[in-house]
């Protein structure tokens, strides 16, 4: 007998796994007793004995203890356990050695298409499915690998040729989120293979996979929706699939509703029917294209909608609350423009019959392109024209055009792997600027690139810690890790230079001869460049150029040095840490040398640009002496800074003369590229400060844009807690005192010049302008008697200025406001603006409610770092609640990493570096690890900064401003 304490737990009908909590050898114990007996009938109970000692032996030589590996007493060849104990990181869920050991899934098996049927019961927060796989044998295999995540898999069955197929085992792996069947034969290629599973899962709001929403209606009651979100490797909590992007399929499916309900799916609706239970009803959606997992999507609500058609008989609808579809309208009428302009710019008809748009309460990320079924954050799809801002309208209207363009670069061509999602992101953050441009003429949406694309990549490229556009990923939190700035903003700005140096009809062409060639199925970046190589009609070899831009992390400084009569153009990598320790993962093969077409114009005549191609060397160019100064990189078409050397002080003296002379453009790369040559080193401090004394004449939105969230923030940010502060505020005030008096209040003007004056009214905010802080307190408290007294577009300054000025009542007030309003866009101004009191102990109580509010979490935390106050209780919030924080969105979601990167990289002191170091050194960081290296090394670039710079800013400030 062995003494073995086992849990049974169901798995499968009929099968049982013996989970083993303790195990130990079991012995045979012989106890005699001494028999005091007559010499009679000693002999006879010796003999006896003599003869039980013989069957013991024999028993013992023929009998097993219970196998550790099988758990069956029978005979086993399989060796003890403890000599063959597997890894421990290939453990399967029964204790066995996971046979499959690549997170990859094997290439022997291919999906053809999925029969999904599920039935979620919003209710008691369970869904219940059954997925049928048809499978293609690309080489015979007796095993099946497929994905799974938290689902209970109740019952599965595999047939070939119209007949079943046993199955010897099977097993999950948890942390490659996998399932493994061992088959009693192998599979043909010639077989027709099906694979059926049926599955149970949990409704939970978890923000992936399929989970439950909760919104309230004008009346208070709480409603809920099930949805979906699988972008990256999420699909596999949903059905039991082959959950990587270039295993396409076609995909069926059939959802189960209550009748008050209605049920969507990437495809439309084929038909309807009841259920055995009269208040439920069974849709069934016609069969969809070819496309990858991760763009499935479904949805059941209680939501109503409003639709249009476009030229090519396109259905769009636009889905939410029914409290809030008058808010649509906006986002409907953009979809069907920017469809209509895609169609045409892609040179490729959209390819399915409808599209749908459709708002979730709860949701991580901004918007998912899910083909034929995008679904989007409350405000990144509602609009009210009569309480939302203009940036409102227009980040609806970016947002809607950044997916649709996913329905081509994405959808109807997918990456092959991970490592190429540039080729997604990339193009739609490039894109989305071309459609908005088509519904927003006015908004000047070619010259905003610059400042919320360009410069925001260049900034973050400027790391060690970087990485290349294109970049090798493996598990789920890498993959997670490389929806940043680099796939999107310097995606998107590479492909920028490119339409410049091929020109927009070759650009053009290239583009639809990719789509053509590779719709509905996968494709790498080679690609890309051969079907722009083949249309080019130029001697400019396309690979060999961009490959120096997405295979290598990083971009060029050209630094220019001028002679007599020529000046020399030589480039090497730009870093903000050129001396940084940080050890670096990535080997560039081309040692940090870049094809850069060079574009430059001289003072002689500013008009005409020039291009000459640094083909991964330096150059030198004939320049007339009599020339004061060249401005490179001319309208910052190509990814790269210049520093102007001696030519810094011509510069700087044609813009206080006359700085329209380089165009608006142009303006804003000087002066960042000054400011940013400083703060490595580059450059002195005090020259770059010196550059943005021209500012006190510039009327130019994207320019202040630039220098406000830019250049000062950064000051103001490193010289808080110095003498020098009061001395830049009134630096500041001098520079924005002109703009101040010339934007007013009123809400007038062009578009940017209504952007042009919440950019400055806050600045005057945050450097204590006196008269501004007074006119916005007038301003809010007759706002809370009369809510549409005041402009919209002012409305966040005005609310800043009330919270931060104001005392608890108001706080109170603002806050009853954003629980009740049913205008997400207000409801989100609001919310942002209740993070600036000065007060301690509410800034903890609101940090405390908005972790209990899904909603609202990541808004509060990333907002807080824009409070000097909220800052340092916004990070030790983080450190004591990150567990829970890093439950919800840790594992399958980048929203981490901008809460981590926004409350910690304005860091500038050695205590809070080694802080934030010895706090994530020994935790899982799973989606946000490169966030916090990239942190760290930002933190040490403002450390150095503060030491070689701040004195000298401080004294120049103190002479200047004193």
Same mark, same amino acid.
């Given at each position: 007998?062995?003494?073995?304490?086992?849990?049974?737990?169901?798995?499968?009908?009929?099968?049982?796994?013996?989970?083993?909590?303790?195990?130990?050898?079991?012995?045979?114990?012989?106890?005699?007793?001494?028999?005091?007996?007559?010499?009679?009938?000693?002999?006879?109970?010796?003999?006896?004995?003599?003869?039980?000692?013989?069957?013991?032996?024999?028993?013992?030589?023929?009998?097993?203890?219970?196998?550790?590996?099988?758990?069956?007493?029978?005979?086993?060849?399989?060796?003890?356990?403890?000599?063959?104990?597997?890894?421990?990181?290939?453990?399967?869920?029964?204790?066995?050695?996971?046979?499959?050991?690549?997170?990859?899934?094997?290439?022997?098996?291919?999906?053809?298409?999925?029969?999904?049927?599920?039935?979620?019961?919003?209710?008691?927060?369970?869904?219940?499915?059954?997925?049928?796989?048809?499978?293609?044998?690309?080489?015979?295999?007796?095993?099946?690998?497929?994905?799974?995540?938290?689902?209970?898999?109740?019952?599965?069955?595999?047939?070939?040729?119209?007949?079943?197929?046993?199955?010897?085992?099977?097993?999950?792996?948890?942390?490659?989120?996998?399932?493994?069947?061992?088959?009693?034969?192998?599979?043909?290629?010639?077989?027709?293979?099906?694979?059926?599973?049926?599955?149970?899962?949990?409704?939970?709001?978890?923000?992936?996979?399929?989970?439950?929403?909760?919104?309230?209606?004008?009346?208070?009651?709480?409603?809920?929706?099930?949805?979906?979100?699988?972008?990256?490797?999420?699909?596999?909590?949903?059905?039991?699939?082959?959950?990587?992007?270039?295993?396409?399929?076609?995909?069926?499916?059939?959802?189960?509703?209550?009748?008050?309900?209605?049920?969507?799916?990437?495809?439309?609706?084929?038909?309807?029917?009841?259920?055995?239970?009269?208040?439920?009803?069974?849709?069934?959606?016609?069969?969809?294209?070819?496309?990858?997992?991760?763009?499935?999507?479904?949805?059941?609500?209680?939501?109503?909608?409003?639709?249009?058609?476009?030229?090519?008989?396109?259905?769009?609808?636009?889905?939410?609350?029914?409290?809030?579809?008058?808010?649509?309208?906006?986002?409907?009428?953009?979809?069907?423009?920017?469809?209509?302009?895609?169609?045409?710019?892609?040179?490729?008809?959209?390819?399915?019959?409808?599209?749908?748009?459709?708002?979730?309460?709860?949701?991580?990320?901004?918007?998912?392109?899910?083909?034929?079924?995008?679904?989007?954050?409350?405000?990144?799809?509602?609009?009210?024209?009569?309480?939302?801002?203009?940036?409102?309208?227009?980040?609806?209207?970016?947002?809607?055009?950044?997916? &649709?363009?996913?329905?081509?670069? =994405? %959808?109807?061509? /997918?990456?092959?792997? $991970?490592?190429? +999602?540039?080729?997604?992101? @990339?193009?739609?953050?490039?894109?989305?600027?071309?459609?908005?441009?088509?519904?927003?003429?006015?908004?000047?949406?070619?010259?905003?690139?610059?400042?919320?694309?360009?410069?925001?990549?260049?900034?973050?490229?400027?790391?060690?810690?970087?990485?290349?556009?294109?970049?090798?990923?493996?598990?789920?939190?890498?993959?997670?890790?490389?929806?940043?700035?680099?796939?999107?903003?310097?995606?998107?700005?590479?492909?920028?230079?490119?339409?410049?140096?091929?020109?927009?009809?070759?650009?053009?062409?290239?583009?639809?001869?990719? &789509?053509?060639?590779?719709?509905? =199925? %996968?494709?790498? /970046?080679?690609?890309? $460049?051969?079907? +722009?190589?083949?249309?080019? @009609?130029?001697?400019?070899?396309?690979?060999?150029?961009?490959?120096?831009?997405?295979?290598?992390?990083?971009?060029?400084?050209?630094?220019?040095?001028?002679?007599?009569?020529?000046?020399?153009?030589?480039?090497?990598?730009?870093?903000?840490?050129?001396?940084?320790?940080?050890?670096?993962?990535?080997?560039?093969?081309?040692?940090?040398?870049?094809?850069?077409p060079f574009t430059y114009i001289t003072d002689k005549n500013p008009s005409h640009i020039q291009t000459i191609w640094m083909n991964k060397t330096s150059v030198t160019i004939e320049f007339d002496k009599s020339n004061r100064w060249i401005k490179g990189n001319v309208r910052l078409n190509g990814f790269y800074r210049v520093d102007y050397g001696d030519m810094w002080h011509e510069i700087i003296k044609q813009l206080q003369d006359n700085h329209k002379t380089f165009n608006v453009v142009d303006r804003v790369g000087l002066v960042d590229d000054a400011f940013m040559l400083s703060r490595c080193n580059k450059l002195d401090a005090r020259t770059a400060i010196e550059i943005t004394k021209y500012m006190e004449n510039e009327t130019e939105y994207i320019v202040w844009s630039t220098v406000i969230t830019g250049q000062l923030k950064f000051l103001l940010s490193q010289l808080r807690n110095q003498e020098s502060y009061q001395y830049l505020q009134k630096y500041i005030k001098k520079l924005i005192s002109n703009q101040i008096k010339a934007v007013g209040w009123n809400d007038e003007g062009t578009v940017l010049h209504k952007?042009?004056?919440?950019?400055?009214?806050?600045?005057?905010?945050?450097?204590?302008?006196?008269?501004?802080?007074?006119?916005?307190?007038?301003?809010?408290?007759?706002?809370?008697?009369?809510?549409?007294?005041?402009?919209?577009?002012?409305?966040?300054?005005?609310?800043?200025?009330?919270?931060?000025?104001?005392?608890?009542?108001?706080?109170?007030?603002?806050?009853?406001?954003?629980?009740?309003?049913?205008?997400?866009?207000?409801?989100?101004?609001?919310?942002?603006?209740?993070?600036?009191?000065?007060?301690?102990?509410?800034?903890?109580?609101?940090?405390?409610?908005?972790?209990?509010?899904?909603?609202?979490?990541?808004?509060?935390?990333?907002?807080?770092?824009?409070?000097?106050?909220?800052?340092?209780?916004?990070?030790?919030?983080?450190?004591?609640?990150?567990?829970?924080?890093?439950?919800?969105?840790?594992?399958?979601?980048?929203?981490?990493?901008?809460?981590?990167?926004?409350?910690?990289?304005?860091?500038?002191?050695?205590?809070?570096?080694?802080?934030?170091?010895?706090?994530?050194?020994?935790?899982?960081?799973?989606?946000?690890?490169?966030?916090?290296?990239?942190?760290?090394?930002?933190?040490?670039?403002?450390?150095?900064?503060?030491?070689?710079?701040?004195?000298?800013?401080?004294?120049?400030?103190?002479?200047?401003?004193?």
């Open positions: 007998m062995s003494d073995m304490e086992v849990e049974e737990v169901s798995f499968l009908p009929g099968d049982t796994i013996l989970h083993k909590k303790s195990v130990y050898e079991p012995t045979r114990h012989q106890r005699c007793q001494q028999l005091i007996c007559s010499r009679t009938w000693a002999i006879v109970i010796l003999i006896l004995l003599g003869m039980l000692l013989v069957i013991i032996a024999s028993i013992a030589a023929f009998a097993r203890p219970e196998c550790k590996v099988c758990a069956s007493t029978d005979h086993c060849d399989i060796k003890p356990i403890s000599t063959v104990a597997p890894k421990p990181e290939f453990i399967a869920t029964n204790g066995k050695e996971f046979p499959w050991k690549n997170i990859r899934l094997p290439e022997s098996i291919l999906p053809i298409s999925y029969d999904i049927f599920m039935h979620p019961n919003i209710s008691t927060s369970v869904f219940k499915g059954r997925v049928k796989i048809m499978l293609d044998i690309q080489h015979e295999t007796d095993f099946i690998v497929f994905h799974i995540t938290d689902l209970n898999i109740t019952d599965y069955s595999i047939t070939a040729s119209g007949s079943n197929v046993i199955a010897r085992e099977f097993m999950e792996y948890k942390k490659n989120k996998q399932f493994y069947i061992l088959l009693e034969r192998s599979l043909k290629t010639s077989e027709n293979v099906q694979l059926e599973v049926k599955f149970e899962g949990q409704l939970i709001s978890k923000l992936e996979g399929f989970y439950k929403s909760t919104y309230k209606t004008k009346d208070g009651e709480e409603r809920h929706i099930a949805t979906t979100h699988f972008e990256p490797t999420a699909a596999r909590a949903a059905f039991p699939c082959f959950d990587e992007p270039q295993m396409k399929a076609t995909f069926r499916m059939s959802i189960v509703r209550d009748k008050q309900h209605v049920a969507l799916f990437n495809m439309p609706l084929l038909s309807s029917k009841p259920a055995t239970d009269n208040n439920l009803v069974i849709d069934e959606f016609q069969l969809s294209k070819r496309m990858s997992t991760y763009l499935v999507a479904f949805v059941v609500s209680d939501f109503d909608h409003i639709s249009d058609t476009t030229k090519n008989n396109v259905t769009v609808s636009v889905y939410a609350p029914k409290d809030m579809i008058n808010q649509a309208e906006f986002a409907l009428n953009s979809a069907v423009k920017i469809l209509e302009y895609y169609d045409e710019f892609f040179g490729v008809p959209y390819p399915l019959p409808k599209q749908d748009l459709i708002a979730i309460p709860d949701f991580a990320a901004g918007a998912m392109e899910n083909w034929g079924l995008i679904t989007y954050r409350l405000t990144a799809l509602l609009y009210d024209p009569s309480s939302s801002s203009l940036s409102s309208k227009q980040w609806v209207a970016t947002v809607v055009a950044h997916e &649709l363009a996913h329905q081509w670069f =994405g %959808n109807l061509v /997918t990456m092959e792997w $991970w490592d190429d +999602l540039w080729l997604n992101e @990339g193009f739609a953050s490039y894109v989305e600027y071309l459609g908005t441009d088509v519904v927003l003429p006015n908004f000047r949406m070619t010259d905003q690139f610059i400042v919320d694309d360009f410069l925001v990549a260049l900034n973050l490229d400027s790391l060690s810690t970087s990485h290349p556009i294109q970049t090798e990923v493996s598990n789920p939190d890498q993959i997670n890790e490389i929806f940043d700035k680099i796939s999107y903003n310097k995606g998107s700005s590479i492909l920028k230079m490119l339409r410049e140096f091929l020109g927009e009809e070759n650009f053009k062409k290239g583009l639809s001869s990719y &789509l053509t060639t590779h719709k509905y =199925g %996968n494709a790498k /970046t080679s690609d890309l $460049w051969e079907s +722009l190589q083949g249309v080019s @009609g130029s001697n400019i070899n396309v690979k060999d150029v961009m490959d120096t831009w997405t295979l290598q992390m990083g971009y060029p400084l050209v630094t220019i040095k001028r002679s007599e009569d020529s000046v020399t153009l030589e480039q090497d990598r730009f870093l903000f840490n050129p001396n940084s320790d940080e050890k670096p993962e990535f080997i560039s093969p081309f040692d940090y040398q870049w094809y850069i952007f042009l004056r919440t950019g400055i009214l806050d600045m005057a905010r945050q450097v204590g302008h006196k008269e501004t802080i007074e006119k916005g307190k007038e301003l809010f408290l007759r706002w809370k008697t009369e809510p549409d007294s005041i402009n919209q577009n002012i409305k966040s300054v005005i609310l800043r200025i009330g919270i931060e000025f104001g005392d608890e009542d108001d706080w109170n007030f603002v806050w009853e406001k954003s629980k009740t309003t049913l205008i997400p866009s207000e409801k989100d101004t609001l919310v942002r603006a209740l993070v600036y009191t000065k007060d301690v102990r509410i800034i903890n109580m609101y940090l405390n409610r908005a972790l209990n509010d899904t909603k609202i979490t990541d808004i509060v935390l990333r907002e807080m770092s824009r409070n000097p106050v909220g800052q340092i209780f916004a990070w030790q919030f983080l450190q004591e609640h990150w567990q829970e924080l890093f439950k919800r969105y840790g594992s399958g979601s980048f929203t981490m990493t901008g809460i981590v990167q926004s409350l910690i990289t304005t860091f500038n002191t050695q205590f809070y570096h080694d802080q934030v170091k010895n706090f994530f050194d020994n935790r899982d960081m799973a989606t946000a690890t490169r966030a916090v290296r990239q942190s760290l090394e930002s933190i040490t670039s403002r450390i150095d900064w503060m030491e070689k710079n701040s004195q000298l800013i401080g004294d120049w400030l103190k002479e200047n401003y004193s």
